[in-house]
């Protein structure tokens, strides 16, 4: 639960020592400018690896977050187009009740009928993508039906930075205090570490995993929104796969698939990692498959160092049980 760990740490230098290797190519992509780029274009990946995070740490998986982000967003494109007098800021408001809504409904299946997460999540983007179609016919939403000030928001410049990014850094700032300040946040961290042990010092273990959910949902539902205005576009299709680049920041920035140990720093850094190698790669150059090649082998890494580092702390609370 601490703000910065030793993995914290290496993952901190192996992104330098990226960075460093695309300077020698590309000098002007480590530019200031070009660097705040990047953190803007990765700050809605940012914002879902933390939502994936909380549900990571109490030993759970939602795999539905981006159906959930293309749900809500055609939602909010929708109502948009058709009441464009709707003020911006109570679209965004919609966005992540009905986010969160969403996200509730799988803390349900989980808590309530005790079905392992990932069929459940698995069921509900199936059931999230076909709503989509349902409710626009198939239909896209463009441009030219959304008003100035939905487009807006997500670019407009508050001090030196788009609002997308500040949306990314106050959500990063809100999972700080709620991890580590928050009876919410060490009861994630209990659960995921020891369900059973967690039930004895009178932590609701179901209800946990639902709060979980509900918060993935929430901040699911807020980037629909973003991303929707952003590329002023609404379809089915939108984020397809997009999960899979969630999980993959959460794996590489050291969230462990077991649950209970991870930091809201490294979920960060395993975003940027993600956001760095998708933005640089094809700037010197380098093949598309490359750079599908890169971000699977750092997954493997990070999987692999996780496991031996989980198996070290194994290994301690066993002698520490021994010496007693």
């Not at 939502?51 to 740490?57: E, N, S, T, Y």
């Not at 539905?64 to 058709?82: D, E, I, K, P, Q």
């Not at 094809?282 to 999987?303: C, D, H, L, R, T």
């Amino acid at each position: 639960m601490t703000l910065l760990t030793k993995r914290d740490a290496l993952l901190g230098c192996a992104l330098l020592a990226l960075l460093a290797l695309v300077y020698t190519r590309f000098p002007a992509f480590v530019s200031a400018k070009s660097l705040l780029g990047v953190f803007n274009d990765t700050s809605i990946l940012i914002i879902l690896a933390l939502g994936q995070m909380a549900v990571i740490l109490t030993r759970c998986i939602d795999l539905s977050m981006a159906a959930n982000l293309a749900l809500v967003g055609m939602c909010t494109a929708m109502v948009n187009a058709a009441f464009p007098g709707v003020p911006v800021p109570l679209l965004v408001v919609m966005a992540i009740i009905i986010g969160s809504l969403l996200g509730s409904i799988n803390g349900l299946l989980v808590w309530k009928l005790d079905i392992p997460p990932i069929v459940v999540t698995l069921g509900t983007l199936t059931i999230f993508r076909g709503l989509i179609f349902l409710l626009s016919n198939g239909q896209w939403v463009n441009a030219h039906e959304m008003s100035a000030e939905y487009k807006a928001l997500p670019r407009f410049d508050l001090i030196g930075l788009p609002v997308l990014s500040w949306a990314a850094i106050v959500i990063v700032a809100f999972m700080v205090v709620l991890l580590n300040r928050t009876a919410m946040g060490r009861a994630f961290y209990a659960v995921g570490g020891n369900p059973s042990a967690a039930i004895y010092t009178g932590i609701d273990v179901g209800r946990t995993r639902f709060n979980a959910f509900a918060l993935s949902g929430a901040v699911s539902g807020l980037a629909g929104y973003l991303w929707v205005s952003r590329y002023a576009v609404a379809y089915v299709d939108i984020a397809s796969g997009f999960e899979l680049d969630v999980i993959a920041a959460c794996v590489i920035g050291g969230i462990s698939i077991a649950g209970g140990m991870g930091s809201v720093a490294g979920a960060v850094m395993g975003a940027l990692f993600l956001g760095v190698i998708k933005n640089a790669l094809p700037v010197v150059n380098i093949s598309p498959f490359w750079q599908q090649a890169i971000s699977g082998a750092a997954i493997i890494i990070a999987v692999v160092f996780n496991a031996r580092s989980e198996r070290r702390v194994g290994r301690i609370i066993l002698k520490q049980a021994e010496s007693t």
